[in-house]
């Protein structure tokens, strides 16, 4: 049935425009702030260097290779690389020593001396892949130890690689010389050299940057067309790249504004659309304006709702009160419809989020931790938790009873959200495994995590429920529903049994706010483990003898059991 929006008053239109326009100005303001404070520590001593450096595309696909494949892959093509690495072959030294400064990304463990060494011996050949890890490993980039932070060298390997003709490395060079940021010393014309070489080369995020120096005469004389191909080229691309929604928003203002083209507000719509689709939050709210204006899109209150709430789902700014003054606008099943609305747009950018491609060196950033829970299940250190807790993790650690261990990922199921770990050397306690056909509707079970550890602190927390459905969610049949509470940091907690036996992975709950907004209720600990029945599959490859489940027994106290249990809970620290 086809609904349609009541009237608005002209007081209330005009106080939401007003609104809009005062937030899309102060966050516009804001970013041009952020912009200029994307990298850090990075130094910018010049280097002679071998003119022989070379870049092998088969590098990357060698690369892509070992991080999507299984363990078995990883090992052969690691051990195959490393023989031949000490024989003295550039490429693999390369390949080593990426690796291990990856680390957990590729199922080992992070080992920054070994990359550095591997790395260095690799670059000393002219290689520039090893060159652009040693920049990684001395710009800040790793999370392992701020011993390895040495500026001069990070800007000494960058240059290399830059001169060495690598696209990406001139680019991060030119914006470093652009700005002055990191200890550079600004330069524009320089920097407008060394992009125009990335972004002839086919860099589109140097493509994306000449178009700023062209409108903003950095380095060139100020040309408004020549900065308008250049950020058309970036924007009109369909390749990923770092600042593809800003390009594409840029230019959308040069439409919306006339600057180097005719003003054409349908065209600036098209652009802002592309952008807000990526997640860019300006755009966002420049596309609930035109919604609200009707500027290049036919006039909609209800799309104009749907990106306030896309874009306050991605972090933009809009305040609590611009949403309240929309949302009265609407009767009930009209919000549910827009909110739905809202939710398929938001998934579509997760999506588009997670294509995105870029180097496999992260930009220079904090050190930052996701800590969750997991639980040993045999003497021989295999720990099972939460795939979402270490999937994109460099570098992973388990706080044992014995003290911190580093652990490699060894096994992975992104669909169903479990993942198995490996510690070196034996552990003490490990908890045994029940079936999932065993499980019963209404039966008693209890988790052990570490939710939130910043506030609550770091000893373990036990929860207490039932298996509410012996399905998940849209009766999906992999998880039990658990009436357990849970909390951020409790994925990945073992769901126990009354004998102790794990019987489920804590992964998930139900977001009831979103919940109470689609159905008008607040749903209260509804939340979701993945059955064993998923996950004993992924343990027969292992040798590891595992516990046989435990039989209730009367004589034995809940208290001892909890007891018992929590000797096998571990805290795991993901970087």
């Known amino acids: 049935m086809k609904t349609t929006a009541p009237k608005i008053t002209k007081t209330k239109f ?36 071998k003119k022989n450096a070379t870049k092998d595309e088969s590098f990357d696909e060698l690369l892509a290779s070992v991080k999507a494949g299984d363990q078995g892959t990883k090992k052969r093509i690691f051990e ?7 024989s003295g072959d550039a490429k693999a030294q390369a390949l080593i020593g990426r690796l291990y400064y990856i680390g957990g990304k590729c199922g080992l463990t992070e080992d920054i001396e070994r990359a550095a060494e591997w790395s260095r011996k690799s670059a000393l050949q002219g290689n520039l892949d090893a060159a652009i890890t040693l920049y990684g490993i001395y710009s800040g980039c790793s999370d392992s130890d701020p011993k390895w932070e040495n500026k001069d060298e990070a800007a000494k390997w960058l240059k290399v690689a830059a001169d060495g003709g690598l696209p990406f490395a001139q680019g991060f060079l030119g914006l470093d010389t652009l ?36 409108a903003n005469s950095w380095g060139v004389n100020q040309d408004a067309h020549s900065a308008i191909r250049f950020l058309s080229l970036a924007a009109d691309s369909n390749k990923s790249f770092t600042y593809r ?66 874009n306050r789902a991605c972090g933009g700014k809009f305040t609590d009160e611009t949403l309240s003054i929309f949302e009265n606008s609407f009767k009930r099943d009209e ?20 294509g995105k491609s870029s180097f496999s060196l992260p930009q220079p950033q904090r050190k930052s931790v996701c800590s969750g829970t997991g639980v040993v299940i045999s003497s021989e250190g295999l720990v099972v938790t939460a795939a979402h807790v270490v999937q994109d993790s460099r570098k992973i650690e388990i706080n044992l009873p014995d003290g911190a261990k580093a652990a490699t990922i060894v096994d992975i199921d992104s669909k169903n959200d479990l993942a198995v770990l490996r510690v070196s050397g034996s552990v003490k306690c490990s908890a045994p495994l029940a079936p999932s056909r065993d499980v019963k509707l209404g039966q008693s079970v209890f988790a052990i995590g570490f ?41 990945g907690s073992p769901l126990f049994d009354e004998s102790g036996n794990v019987v489920g992975i804590v992964v998930s709950k139900l977001n009831a706010l979103e919940t109470a907004k689609a159905t008008g209720d607040l749903a209260q600990n509804v939340n979701y483990a993945v059955k064993n029945a998923y996950l004993i599959p992924m343990l ?28 096998s809970v571990v805290l795991i620290l993901a970087y």
Request: aromatic share 12%; hydrophobic share 35%.
């Open 14 to 49: 005009f106080g939401i425009l007003v609104i809009a326009v005062i937030v899309i100005a102060v966050c516009r303001e804001k970013y041009r702030d952020d912009e200029t404070n994307t990298f850090s520590n990075k130094g910018h001593e010049l280097f002679e260097y």
């Open 80 to 86: 195959s690389e490393e023989k031949k690495a000490r």
């Open 179 to 214: 700005f002055g940021w990191n200890g550079q010393t600004k330069d524009q014309p320089k920097a407008f050299s060394y992009l125009e070489k990335a972004a002839k080369a086919g860099d589109l995020d140097s493509t994306y940057w000449l178009g700023e120096c062209y």
């Open 540 to 567: 027969e490859k292992f040798p590891d003898k595992l516990s046989k489940p435990k039989s209730k027994t009367m004589f034995k106290t809940f208290e001892s059991v909890v007891e018992e249990a929590r000797q």
């Open 451 to 491: 939710p939130n550890t910043e506030i609550q602190g770091s000893s373990p927390k036990l929860t207490k429920g039932e298996i509410s459905s012996l399905s998940g969610i849209r009766d999906e049949p992999t998880q039990w529903q658990i009436s357990v509470p849970v909390q951020s940091g409790n994925s």
């Open 335 to 354: 919000l549910l419809a827009i909110q739905q609305k809202a939710r398929e747009i938001v998934l579509e950018i997760e999506q588009n989020s997670q």
């Open 245 to 310: 929604a800003t390009a594409q928003r840029k230019l959308a203002d040069a439409y919306q504004y006339g600057y180097g083209v005719g003003k054409n507000s349908k065209k600036a719509f098209e652009y802002y659309l592309k952008s807000g689709f990526l997640g860019d939050d300006i755009s966002q709210m420049a596309l609930a304006q035109a919604y609200c204006l009707g500027r290049g899109v036919v006039p909609s209150k209800g799309m104009s709702l749907v990106w306030i709430y896309v």
